[in-house]
């Protein structure tokens, strides 16, 4: 979240939107802390997550070494997990839309992988151009 909130401040970065697996009150909670203007979508039923045929991970997709790996960075830079809201077993998306179609698509390895959230702006630009 905090990556997403330093570079969307530039005016280049896609407009993002959020889904979370809580009720409105824990993302108005959320999100007041992280980001208040962010813009994001309660969806405790996964309607979205089915619709863009996100499963649930495996074990070792959830706890498997890398995840930890992960899990030690994020927390070496004062990132910790807090109350588990949802489907802890999610896994999770990111999906670059323009109108009806998905432009681009980040297929996570595990609950910890990583995409290089920088290049977001140049795949907006290459995807939109071939259209």
Request: net charge neutral; proline share 8%.
């Amino acid at each position: 979240m905090k990556d997403f909130r330093t570079l969307a401040a530039d005016p280049a970065y896609p407009p993002l939107l959020f889904f979370y697996m809580g009720s409105v009150a824990e993302g108005e909670t959320f999100f007041a802390k992280a980001w208040p203007e962010a813009r994001a979508v309660s969806d405790p039923s996964k309607v979205f997550y089915k619709a863009f045929g996100l499963g649930r991970g495996s074990f070792k997709q959830v706890f498997g070494p890398e995840v930890l790996a992960c899990g030690l960075r994020a927390a070496s830079k004062g990132h910790i997990v807090g109350k588990v809201v949802g489907d802890p077993w999610q896994m999770p998306g990111l999906f670059l839309v323009q109108g009806p179609d998905v432009l681009w698509s980040h297929d996570f390895a595990h609950i910890g992988d990583h995409p290089d959230l920088t290049a977001l702006p140049a795949i907006v630009a290459e995807r939109s151009v071939r259209k």
